[in-house]
């Protein structure tokens, strides 16, 4: 299954890492991915593939959600379809 993770909030040392350590931790491959500073903001879309995780979606989009939390950041997880979806209206 094709997923998008996107993060965002004020920039600081090791997000990407914290990011990809979790879904390593999570048996979730990354397949492409895209960051950004603005300022001060930092921006990051991943696809991925969730296929191989012991997880179902929700419970890790939740992981992701609390993970956010805990370094002080945005996460979301979204079915890739529902995300193109949103961005070709």
Known sequence: MRAVVTVTGSDRRGIIAKVSGFLFERNVNIEDISQTILGEQFAMIMMVDTSESALDFSELGEQLEEMGRN???TVRLQHADIFDAM???
């Open 71 to 73: 370094i002080g950041m």
């Open 87 to 89: 961005h070709n209206i």
